[in-house]
């Protein structure tokens, strides 16, 4: 399977936010959407990466004046972009390596969607349920 089945699936929007706004819109944003991660941009550039855990990071270490300080203080700034041709076994062996939940996908520069964890498992849960489905059909025609 490839990320681009995923995408077809979920739709491909992307919750963005720029560098300079504020953690409180971050937060907002967050917990509005129900999502745990936002793509840095200014304009149509990738700026950076900043998750729920990002935030919780922040709190630890300024405390509560981190909600009126900006993104780009508490983001992750290397990116890891994913492609749409790349397979979701390679991807979920990235995030599992790299202990990261969110991978944007980007095709030539342009943001085309966002893959978290738990659509890497939910789709390999329906590859495993393809799979014993298909192998049930072939015992029960023996
Ligand atoms: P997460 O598990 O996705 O909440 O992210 C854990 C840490 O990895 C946070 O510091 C994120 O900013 C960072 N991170 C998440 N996704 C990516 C990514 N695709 N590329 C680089 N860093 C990431």
Known sequence: MHVSTIIGDKGNAVYTIEPGQMLSDAVNVLCEKRIGALVVVSGAQVEGILT?????????????????????????????ACKMTDSVDYIRSLMTSQRFRHMPVIEDGLLQGMVSIGDVVKSRIAEVEAETDALKSYIASG
Do not use: N
């Open 52 to 80: 729920e855990r990002d935030i919780m990071h922040a709190l630890h270490k300024d405390g509560g004046t981190i909600l009126s300080r900006p993104v780009r203080d508490y983001m992750t700034s290397e990116v890891m």
